[in-house]
């Protein structure tokens, strides 16, 4: 199936309290308020980070000054955002196989998008003990955790000691947080070969512990997780076994290389319920492997900011359950194997207003089904957007003394 979704992004920017970006994001202008300083200090293009926004990130939310204490705060700052997205999509498949077109047919559809507001709380506790919370009401009136972690920075006063525990987003090369077009993600994070039962996505955040570290002048960093795996459904994975990511990355004149890979192991069987047939959820066993690796590359030229990822993926054969329906492998099952990635180019036009354009690729190389055509499931998806901000609150710059 081949996609191309159009984003006509007029990323409506309403300042709802403290919030000036509309989008899915953890741009916070609260941070602007705190340090007194502008909102682009920290962003090229809201919601997405400069280096500058990189080493305050990484530094737990501090600039190294005065205002890094909570006790010593500017009296218009408070530490609570709130935020909800806008905006319209259209979308055209291709080669659809349908009931009444086996051999397949274009689908063009239109929508909105789905509207829910995000609470958003996100500081420091302590001169070296930094948080991150986050609320989710949907549209169906539901509330739910997105976020919420602690991070202990700098143990034994070294900035390549920061210990991190919660709820949170994995050191994914390029966060879904902060991704610039408002409803089309990266669907290489997300992919599984058809008719497995593993949960685990890139895209979500999981819930485990993280240490993480990055030399004085940032050129260095990196991160290595130990997560539940479950996309923060705490107790799903069964049998608990955690899994592992990690990446690191290098950076040369304003560039960034960097390698990450996920190891994890999934349940292959269940016992069944004796009248719907139903696996039970708790008696998973039988855990078996499963892996994504990849390179990432982010090169800066001028205003031009080219975003480069390459991934491979293997989910084992028992994990593979063609009707969804029962447990059982056919002799015939192999590995399921694939491979893709994403080109994305952003345009800086101004600090307010980004071209992108992105071409995503997903390729099986075996599918766990032999009898299944290999292209089965393989993705050609062109996504194009112009992201304007509207409304950006900035403050004047003081002469505090910011240390990085």
Request: hydrophobic share 40%.
């Amino acid at each position: 199936m081949k996609n191309v979704i159009l984003g006509m992004l007029a990323g409506l920017f309403g300042s709802l309290t403290l919030l000036a970006t509309a989008t899915p994001s953890y741009a916070i202008p609260a941070f602007a308020r705190k340090y007194e300083l502008p909102c682009s200090f920290c962003h090229s293009a809201f919601p997405k980070l400069n280096d500058i926004g990189v080493a305050f990130r990484d530094n737990g939310y501090r600039l190294g000054n005065e205002h890094d204490n909570p006790v010593n705060q500017p009296g218009a700052y408070f530490p609570l955002a709130f935020r909800t997205p806008v905006g319209y999509q259209y979308t055209i498949q291709t080669h659809q196989a349908t009931q009444e077109n086996p051999g397949g047919q274009t689908i063009r559809s239109g929508s909105f998008q789905d509207f829910g507001l995000d609470i958003l709380s996100v500081g420091t506790l302590a001169e070296k003990i930094s948080y991150h919370l986050v609320f989710v009401l949907s549209d169906q009136s539901t509330i739910g955790l997105e976020s919420a972690w602690i991070r202990f920075d700098e143990l034994a006063d070294s900035p390549w000691l920061n210990l991190k525990a919660g709820v949170f987003e994995m050191d994914v090369p390029f966060s879904t947080k902060r991704i610039l077009t408002l409803s089309a993600g990266y669907p290489i994070y997300d992919y599984r070969p058809s008719g497995s039962v593993g949960e685990m996505s890139l895209s979500e955040n999981q819930t485990g512990v993280e240490l993480a570290g990055h030399s004085a002048d940032g050129v260095m960093r990196y991160a290595i997780a130990m997560i539940e795996g479950d996309n923060t459904q705490l107790g799903k994975k069964e049998p608990f076994s955690p899994d592992f990511f990690a990446h690191a990355t290098y950076r040369l004149h304003g560039h960034r290389i960097g390698a990450f890979g996920y190891y994890g192991q999934e349940a292959t069987s269940f016992l069944h319920d004796a009248t719907s047939g139903a696996a039970i959820e708790g008696t998973g066993k039988d855990p078996k492997a499963f892996y994504r690796y990849g390179v990432d590359l982010n090169l800066r030229v001028g205003m031009l900011d080219l975003l480069v990822l390459g991934m491979q993926g293997l989910e084992p054969k028992e994990a593979i359950d063609a009707d969804l329906t029962t447990t059982a492998i056919e002799a015939s099952a192999q590995d399921g194997t694939f491979y893709g990635g994403f080109l994305e180019a952003n345009l800086h036009l101004s600090p307010r207003l980004v071209l992108i354009a992105r071409y995503d690729l997903v390729r099986n190389s075996q599918q766990p089904d032999p009898t299944v055509a290999k292209s089965t499931g393989d993705i050609d998806q062109v996504t194009a957007a112009v992201r304007q901000a509207l409304n950006i609150i900035e403050v004047c710059v003081s002469n505090r003394t910011v240390v990085l």
